[in-house]
């Protein structure tokens, strides 16, 4: 959502924005063209991003500043380069192109690779550690709180029969066992069976939504006075925590309406910019069908 992004940000001459979730770079390379003198500071928890980035905000020199971060870090990386606040900062959710096409990553169920899902690959449990070793209950919690899956029972008694036997491994194995335990799955559909199981283990493994609400408040707490905070978002767990935060920073005063005077002297913090969500364009969507789900939320300090 290039167009929409640089809308709802608006960039500005000799501004300061963070792109928590650098990925290949596009947003931020946007950015620094849309405002000249502007710098850009680029976070990322998997390297290969880095080194991509790197080769595409060369031609920017020092006005970019790259670090292997996650964007609930963005206060600390703030006060490594002796600056406490920002005018924009923008936050891509969700699992990149370049993640999704590597087969060795494990993220998708196209291609039959070692089980791993990791966004930083360097460190942390793996997709394969969390269908091994965790236990019946917490791994139904997690397809169900995470992937929102119906069959969470099914595809957990399967798991659980399964690695009695063997360990499993590979992304192949995992999605075929889906498969094999919803109703009709082996039924062609637009939607593979697989999908919100490999949903619930990414964000676990990677700890998505804990990021998600921390980085949102430090992010809104390091803006200046007028900048702005742009999220975009891919699926309903991800947007209902990024519309609660937003609602909740841009709420006045809660106190009880029998009370004359208000006593919980609660100021707004944020001014909500979009209050129903961006979708992404027809034309875009033509363009890359992953944009269909993504979901612009932004909030302006006050």
Same mark, same amino acid.
């Given at each position: 959502?290039?167009?929409?992004?640089?809308?709802?940000?608006?960039?500005?001459?000799?501004?300061?924005?963070?792109?928590?979730? =650098?990925?290949?770079?596009?947003?931020?390379?946007?950015?620094?063209? %849309?405002? $000249?003198?502007?710098?850009?500071?680029?976070?990322?928890?998997?390297? $290969?991003?880095?080194?991509? %980035? @790197?080769?595409? +905000?060369?031609?920017?020199?020092?006005?970019?500043? +790259?670090?292997?971060?996650?964007?609930?870090?963005?206060?600390?990386?703030?006060?490594? +380069?002796?600056?406490?606040?920002?005018?924009?900062?923008?936050?891509? +959710?969700?699992?990149?192109?370049?993640?999704?096409?590597?087969?060795?990553?494990?993220?998708?169920?196209?291609?039959? @690779?070692?089980?791993?899902?990791?966004?930083?690959?360097?460190?942390?449990?793996?997709?394969?550690?969390?269908?091994?070793?965790?236990?019946?209950?917490?791994?139904? #919690?997690?397809?169900?709180?995470?992937?929102? /899956?119906?069959?969470?029972?099914?595809?957990?008694?399967?798991?659980? %029969?399964?690695?009695?036997?063997?360990?499993?491994?590979?992304?192949?194995?995992?999605?075929? =066992?889906?498969?094999?335990?919803?109703?009709?799955? #082996?039924?062609?559909?637009?939607?593979?069976?697989?999908?919100?199981?490999?949903?619930? *283990?990414?964000?676990?493994?990677?700890?998505?939504?804990?990021? *998600? /609400? #921390?980085?949102? /408040?430090?992010?809104?707490?390091? *803006?200046?006075?007028?900048?702005?905070?742009?999220?975009?978002?891919?699926?309903?767990?991800?947007?209902?925590?990024?519309?609660?935060?937003?609602?909740?920073?841009?709420?006045?005063?809660?106190?009880?309406?029998?009370?004359?005077?208000?006593?919980?002297?609660?100021?707004?913090?944020?001014?909500?910019?979009?209050?129903?969500?961006?979708?992404?364009?027809?034309?875009?969507?033509?363009?890359? %069908?992953?944009?269909?789900?993504?979901?612009?939320?932004?909030?302006?300090?006050?």
């Amino acid at each position: 959502m290039p167009k929409e992004v640089l809308h709802w940000l608006q960039p500005m001459t000799d501004g300061v924005y963070l792109d928590g979730t =650098l990925g290949g770079a596009g947003h931020a390379r946007l950015i620094l063209e %849309a405002a $000249a003198g502007s710098r850009l500071i680029g976070l990322d928890r998997d390297p $290969a991003a880095l080194r991509e %980035a @790197a080769e595409v +905000l060369s031609p920017y020199g020092d006005r970019v500043s +790259l670090h292997h971060a996650t964007f609930d870090q963005a206060d600390q990386i703030l006060q490594q +380069l002796g600056s406490d606040s920002l005018d924009g900062m923008l936050l891509d +959710l969700g699992v990149s192109s370049h993640q999704l096409d590597t087969p060795e990553r494990g993220f998708s169920f196209r291609h039959d @690779a070692p089980l791993d899902m990791r966004m930083n690959p360097t460190t942390g449990i793996t997709a394969a550690d969390v269908v091994n070793q965790t236990e019946e209950a917490e791994l139904l #919690r997690i397809f169900f709180e995470y992937g929102e /899956e119906r069959y969470s029972r099914r595809i957990v008694r399967k798991i659980v %029969a399964q690695r009695q036997e063997s360990p499993l491994t590979k992304t192949g194995e995992l999605a075929e =066992l889906v498969r094999q335990a919803i109703p009709g799955g #082996r039924k062609p559909s637009r939607i593979h069976p697989a999908t919100r199981v490999f949903q619930a *283990l990414r964000i676990y493994v990677n700890d998505e939504l804990g990021q *998600l /609400e #921390r980085g949102v /408040e430090i992010g809104i707490s390091l *803006l200046k006075p007028g900048g702005r905070l742009v999220v975009i978002s891919f699926h309903s767990l991800e947007d209902r925590i990024v519309k609660h935060l937003f609602r909740k920073k841009a709420q006045g005063c809660i106190c009880p309406p029998r009370l004359p005077v208000c006593q919980c002297h609660n100021v707004p913090i944020v001014k909500v910019l979009t209050r129903r969500g961006v979708k992404a364009g027809d034309d875009e969507i033509d363009q890359n %069908a992953r944009s269909r789900s993504a979901i612009l939320r932004a909030v302006e300090r006050c």
